[in-house]
């Protein structure tokens, strides 16, 4: 990994923890969404000044956020998920908060009736869920999945692609990116 895919790595997993969305990030450093979008995946670089902007609105500074932790965790509990809940009432928990470091990213995502995740455009990469409860509705380009409790998903993320909660009740999914996308 080189630089510039580190600091994106590092940029992402803290804006995930305080449950901005790359827009929301733009906004508070006066810098475009596709900047940071850009400078997430490692595509281009930011000046000392604007990563330093960027770190502090993300309630760190540069010296924490170049510090090498010591050791790898790997477990990981209650204390280490950071969650957001959307406009519907949708909720996310990123169960790992070192997952923009590696290569898959879990998460889980609690759906409420007839609520709907928003579409993801095609990106590199796959996707893989499981929905522990509940049934949702896996929309998959121009086709729609139903799964229910107890069953499985995957698909490559060349097709836009979103999930849907059915009208019938919540529903649990935990839901696996690779590489990290969230």
């Not at 957001?84 to 923009?100: F, H, M, S, Y």
């Not at 049934?135 to 499985?152: F, K, M, R, T």
Request: with cysteine.
């Amino acid at each position: 990994m080189n630089l510039d895919e580190y600091i994106g790595n590092k940029i992402r997993e803290l804006r995930n923890q305080y449950g901005l969305t790359q827009e929301e990030l733009a906004d508070r450093t006066e810098l475009t969404k596709g900047f940071i979008s850009q400078l997430e995946r490692g595509l281009s670089s930011a000046s000392v000044a604007t990563l330093s902007d960027i770190v502090t609105c993300l309630g760190s500074n540069l010296s924490d956020f170049f510090r090498e932790e010591a050791g790898t965790q790997m477990v990981f509990g209650e204390k280490d998920v950071s969650t957001k809940v959307d406009r519907d009432g949708n909720t996310i928990k990123w169960l790992v908060p070192t997952a923009q470091r590696r290569s898959m990213e879990p998460i889980l995502v609690t759906l409420k009736p007839g609520q709907s995740l928003d579409e993801d455009k095609p990106h590199e990469g796959e996707e893989f869920g499981y929905v522990l409860s509940g049934s949702i509705i896996l929309h998959y380009g121009d086709q729609a999945y139903p799964v229910h409790a107890g069953e499985s998903f995957i698909y490559e993320t060349d097709h836009s692609h979103y999930l849907s909660g059915s009208p019938d009740g919540e529903a649990t999914v935990l839901w696996i990116s690779c590489p990290p996308s969230f």
